[in-house]
């Protein structure tokens, strides 16, 4: 699938956003674990926060293969600006899919915009990646005048853009005596009110200065208006497809790493010398860029397989699951190599290399573990009778 003239001039544009506006100041942002406030402003005049929302509600919807690659951009100047609209851009699709006509309008004007953003909650502290086993229960109202409302109670973990989002796409169970237990889980679309308190931001290795929280629900009322496409039972089933694009997201956020880690070993690496000539030329070093070159390739036809195949309307949760694994992966071995190739420069806080070595393990294991990805591909290799070889 090729992008339009009008889609390379959008990548083209962050890109040079990215080395103008943000690489600059991403180092000093990261260490102080500030939010990046002018940034993010930025990239809503950019209208980076509606690539996924077509009209009649939005104005510059891209193609998956385009937006992955715009999120790659980002996150290679800082992962953390792709952090910041990766859950919303998952909750722009559900409503797109799934949500009332209502809902729709209601939203998605303004979250095109960025005057709202939004997130998802479905990790909860004891959970983990087994989402059917979640706690969090929203019970309708009963009693006069409750009828048309949910109570909701539990709590979720791991959180991004918890304090900062206005809209949460929270994943609780509106039958908790189901069976199978995935008809009782539902998706409610709640605002920040009484009943919601973002408890704590959790302390972090890397992914600096976007908060990641934990919330709990504590009798908050949410409207019965509030659930997403109006009938319940089929919030799983809504979450899944979302997590489709979720884990494109991700993977497109490992290649953006894994891709500032080779540029910036393979510049080092022409203007480092040793024994009288640049250290690429050196044999280990060289067979470190090859491999680093190689993978980052490998990772971006990945991820553009999987968006090529979410944009046509074919199912691709195998996909998606193989190019987060891979690429994750990719990045935290890049990383990893372009610290060794930087020797004792690598561990240095004055270079972005020590970044990038603790921002690829978040990819790692957010959005569904790569054990569990590995789980989703053999689970569909064997449903479709092994690969498509054509």
Known sequence: MRLTEEEQAIIETVADWVDAQVRPVARDLEHANAYPEKLIGQMKQLGIFGLAIPGPWGEAAVSMPCYALVTAELARGWMSLAGAMGGHTVVSKLLLAFGTREQQDMYLPRMATGEIRATMALTEPGGGSDLQAMTTVARRASGDGDGDSYVVNGAKTWITNARRSRLIALLCKTDPDAVPRHQGISILLVEHGPGLTVSKDLPKLGYKGVESCELVFDGYRAPAAALLGGVEGQGFAQMMKGLETGRIQVASRALGVAQAALDDALRYAQQRESFGQPIWKHQAVGNYLADMATKVTAARQLILHAAERFETGQRCDMEAGMAKLFASETAMQVALDAMRIH????????????????????????????????????????????????
């Not at 420069?345 to 790569?370: K, Q």
């Open 343 to 390: 020797g004792g420069y690598g561990y240095s806080t004055e270079y972005d290399v020590e970044r990038y070595f603790r921002d690829a393990p978040l990819m790692i294991v957010g959005e569904g573990t790569n054990e569990i990805q590995r789980n989703v591909i053999a689970s569909q290799l064997v449903k479709r009778g092994g690969l498509d070889r054509y």
